[in-house]
């Protein structure tokens, strides 16, 4: 897809580079991980779900163009993909897979990206380095308040954070955010499509039900 060749257009006072819907397509060719592995919770973000979290916080909030933009648990890197491609400043995303990121560096070489890659545990990264924190953390279902654990890091790293959890952990996780120095709200509940990626599945497709919060650092 030549992006030059996509017609602008604008949402309230934002210009669009590249419209949702061509987005989605762009990060549905992204490759996905070959070998997940089950304790990583490595689930594949769908392409739809991506395209809608990004434009949200692009053209609803003005949080990715012009933006350092993080991306914790990047996998593949739809998510710091696609934040380039809206045209975030900065981006970094950071895995502790080295194949995540082999095949992250792959996509965003074949899509023309500056997107930058990271090889290490997120706890690693230094206080108040970005603007913005896109994320899909682990569920916590393998790994014991994991997502809890990627909530404190995109705290100490950014000021707005755009974060995705099962809405069955929305009143632990409210708890916990309303004991932080922050403001939050829910921007959409819905069901996010998981393939079948271990052995242990028995579907082709499981559907869960998650919500995408916006935190506010005050």
Known sequence: MNFAEIPKAKIGSFNITIRKHDLEIVLQGIQPHPNPTVSLEQYTTPADFAADLLFRASYTYGDIVGKSVADLGTGTGRLAIGASLLGAEYVVGVDVDLQSLGIALLNSRRLGTGTNWILG?????????????????????????????????ALKIARIIYSVHKSSTHSFISRWLMDQSVTFETLFVKNMAIGHQFSFHRKRRYLVQVELLRIVCR
């Not at 997120?122 to 994320?135: P, W, Y």
């Open 121 to 153: 545990d997120i706890n690693e990264l230094r206080c108040g380095s970005f603007d913005t924190v896109v994320m899909n953390p682990p569920f916590g279902t393998k790994r014991e308040h994991s997502d809890i654990r990627f909530l404190k890091t």
